[in-house]
């Protein structure tokens, strides 16, 4: 059996509820690779052959980002900032001072828009439900700037990767896998060079900051 035929056999709901359980949890606060299971079932989706919708894919992301992030914004609000020193202790990796004290520096600077622009940056789509809540910002607010970010991030995403998926079977029709594998390195190197940019601020933050400082520090309110 070839790859094509076990695609195939899989069905479109099966792959709506895995988009939207993934993000879900990935917005709840759980490290999940949500962006990745977006994409991967926005190229299924543009593959004639299989009977995937692209607006289910998308509204299924969407559903999903809004879900979890309200759930987790809930859970912040309970637990406040203890809720993050408890996760930073035992998954220093994705929860550590470092992490939050970015996040937190993003909240208190732009405020609601970090839940709008936080959706389309991986470190924020797994902090902004539960820091949210925890920094105290409204509700209406909050569920305002996730639900727009949710549709822009989901939509957007699924609608470039579909168009792009349909555009490269009629371009590799025409040129060689090559020019394909030197787009996949180049945008793999930008990833990984915007992501070490990234580890290297976290790590400066991790040595400025404690859990004492971050629980009562400035910009434990958000607007």
């Given at each position: 059996m070839n790859v094509e035929a076990i695609l195939e056999t899989i069905p479109p709901l099966a792959v709506y509820l895995m988009v939207g359980l993934v993000i879900g949890l990935e917005s709840l606060g759980i490290p999940l690779p949500g962006e990745i299971v977006l994409v991967s079932a926005a190229l299924l989706s543009s593959r004639h052959t299989l009977d995937i919708s692209p607006v289910w894919v998308g509204v299924s992301a969407t559903i999903g980002a809004i879900i979890g992030d309200t759930i987790g914004y809930t859970i912040g609000?309970?637990?406040?900032?203890s809720l993050f020193e408890r996760l930073g202790k035992r998954f220093p990796k994705h929860f550590g001072t470092g992490h939050v004290a970015l996040a937190k520096?993003?909240?208190t600077r732009w405020g609601v828009w970090a839940v709008f622009f936080g959706r389309f940056i991986a470190l924020l789509r797994i902090l902004a439900g539960p820091l949210a809540g925890a920094l105290r910002m409204r509700y209406p607010y909050f569920l305002a700037a996730n639900a727009t970010g949710a549709v822009c991030w989901a939509g957007g995403t699924t609608a470039v990767v579909y168009y792009l998926g349909l555009a490269?079977?009629?371009?590799?029709?025409?040129?060689?896998?090559?020019a394909l594998v030197l787009a996949i390195i180049?945008?793999?190197?930008?990833?990984?060079l915007l992501r070490e940019r990234t580890r290297s601020l976290i790590a400066q933050l991790e040595a400025e900051h404690d859990w004492e400082t971050l629980r009562h520090g400035p910009g434990d309110r958000a607007a």
């Open positions: 609000r309970r637990f406040g900032m520096q993003l909240f490269a079977e009629k371009w590799l029709s025409r040129f060689s896998w090559v180049i945008g793999t190197a930008m990833t990984l």
